[in-house]
């Protein structure tokens, strides 16, 4: 049975295993340090006031993440959807799918009518949020700049 629960602190230490489980594997190949890197990475979505979390469960099991906040836009209430994720093993039988419908239920039902996020146009998720009815928006690019010389 697939369930879902607010997140809590409890869950920290499990989410940010598996977040880094599912991050530093292809297609991300991200390079968090160790569980506690990534840990203070989510307490501190976790902790944002304006704050939604969740967690996805399969049999009692954590298999995914969702971490977005809450924001007052100009053209109404939306949620950024800061980190999202289903498990590797548990991809690929809906679960992400029920995952963004299940917050989406709860989120209307605070008033917030719109989903927004950032990813990597090239890789399976821009194809799956497609395939979920989020829309591209062609004109927009992610600027970056770094600050510091990090490898000394």
Known sequence: MTALRRMTV???????????????????NDEWRDDAHARRYLAGLLA?????????LDGGELCGALFGHRRDW?????????ECFIVP???????GRWLIEAVSAELMAEGISLLSLLT???LPAAGFYRHLGFQAQPDCHLFW???????G
Do not use: H, M, Y
């Open 48 to 56: 944002n006031p304006q704050g939604r979390c969740w967690v996805a």
């Open 10 to 28: 409890d869950d920290l230490p499990k989410v940010a295993r598996l977040f880094r489980q599912t991050f530093n594997a292809p297609p991300w």
């Open 145 to 151: 700049k770094q600050l510091a010389d990090q490898t």
């Open 74 to 82: 100009w053209s109404g209430d939306e949620c950024f959807i800061d």
């Open 89 to 95: 093993q548990w991809q690929g039988n809906g679960l």
């Open 120 to 122: 990597i146009r090239q």
